[in-house]
């Protein structure tokens, strides 16, 4: 019977269609034992054997099988185009994560890089020059002095020219003439005494230069220009004609000719900017100091400028980020430790051409752990939680086995004809000796117990609610329910004292004489976790008992009982119809 159900398992049929059929033959078998009990409760021990109660331990399982592949796989994909340069790894070599897979030829897209650095460049240009102009927008005086030729009003349109005029009144220069003699003598840093007729009054110098270059008169002399610095007294002012005397050391040297005294230094005011001026600040012939603001000239314009070339230069860092970022792409570099499981392009081959840019180069697998899909059914998905471990066989590593977790559940089913199956995901951390593809065979352990009762699961009946019935010799326990023999005990060979054993029985299973008649009696027990052979006991047994349970046939009892019908089995109730006994314990 156990091989007629071991068939039934590998032959792939669903397990509630699996259920369903112990179920039918359960019922049909405790019926028919019981069919044989006459009304006086009495039985052929033919009919029934026995077993032991033993300790040992136990595990409820869900098995399936699935076919493995690596933990984690990656397929290389070339984002751009061009030739391969280098690709120095061969399927089946090991890659570490950033090792670099493919070089590819980027030359056309640096030199795009190039050409976009330099109009970010230029556009700096541009933006320096900005911001420049609006500093500038603010005229400042360029020198200290005397502020001329200013006709500046508000509201006019200013264009970059000549504003005015800065004189430096503080200082002035005196040119005078010297002749052949005397230019010999002079030295630049001479003193000098400069002679105005025109204010009767003397100053003081220091020759500055002194010209090499003769220049002639109108008397026919031969003349040299002596450049003589001095301070402005007070209130000279230049343009007037001089005389000068300066001390050598060959002695005093006084000039043949009178010479002129000009202002040392004029500065043209000239502003770098054009615009409507908003405000003045000057007026002419007003002294100013070097950095005073003139007038202002607005700065609308300017500040539009300004924006325009900051977002076209931001626009221009973009895409330059976005062609760096590009660049990395003609390196390809491995995303995971793993091995390379298959190439498809070698250096010298062209990316982009027949098979497009997208093209699949490599890949790659990270072997170190391995994973497979169970379908389980729905009616036993709810035992399934992660972190439960299974034990794993291989059909190609026949002396290997493995141990697997579940790492993963589905939250959504797949209903096909009416079964809805979840998909429940297990991984092997040490996966030894398997490869990608190879068909494996699961049993996850949802719940186990160790050294517990055990009986086999054929001599255990109405199972509900985790209780189920045995049958025992009636006195097997010392007791006698009185109860229980007033609705029909059931009569079979000799019990013998204290629930022991016959003498004759040689295994725990062994058939009981037929020419003893022994009275047994139905024992409620608790039920725990079974397998395809034993069931837990919880409660109601001690190790050692003896129950009894359908025997099966000979070939003299399928002849002269059973005539065709189902072989007697464990699992049924104790009890039935026509002429069978309902047997009851408080």
Known sequence: MKRFFEKIKQSGIKKRIYILLVIILAVAVGGFVFSKVGKKGEALASNFSSAIVKRGDIAEKISGSGTVEPISRYEIISLVKGEILSCDFEEGDFVNEGDILYRIDSTDLQNTIQRQQNSINKTLLTAKDNAQNIQDLKVKAPASGILTDFDIKAGDTFKADKAGTIIDNDTFTATVPFNASQISKINIGDRADIVSALYMTKMEGTVTYKSNTPKSTSNGSILYDVEITLKNPGAVSGGISVGATVHTASGDVQSPESGALNNSKTTPVIPKVSGKVINVYVRNNQYVNKGDILFQIDDTEYRQAQEKTNLELEDLYLSLQTYNKQLENYNIKAPI????????????????????????????????????????????????????????????????????????????????????????????????????????????????????????????????????????????????????????????PQARPNGSMPANRQAPNAKMPAAQNVEYMPLKVKTGISDSDNIEILSGLNEGDEIFFAAAPTSATNNNSFRGGMPPMGGGSFGGAGGSIRIQRR
């Open 337 to 492: 430790n793993g091995v390379v499981i298959s190439k498809k392009y070698k250096a010298g081959d062209t990316i982009g051409n027949s098979q497009g840019s997208d093209a699949s180069l490599m890949v790659i697998a990270d072997t170190s752990k391995m994973v497979f899909n169970l379908e389980v059914d729905e009616l036993e998905i709810s035992k399934i939680e992660l972190g439960q471990t299974a034990n794993i066989t291989a059909d190609a590593l026949p002396d290997e086995t493995f141990t697997g977790e579940v790492t993963k559940i589905a939250n959504e089913g797949t209903s096909q004809n009416g079964v809805t199956t979840y998909k429940v995901e297990l991984t092997i951390t040490e996966p030894g000796n398997l490869i990608s593809g190879m068909n494996v065979n699961a049993e996850i352990i949802v719940r186990e117990s160790k050294d517990a009762l055990l009986v086999p699961v054929s001599a255990v009946s109405n199972i509900k609610n985790g209780e189920g019935t045995v049958l025992i010799k009636k006195n097997a326990r010392g007791t006698d329910n009185q109860e229980t023999q007033d609705k029909g005990n059931v009569k079979g």
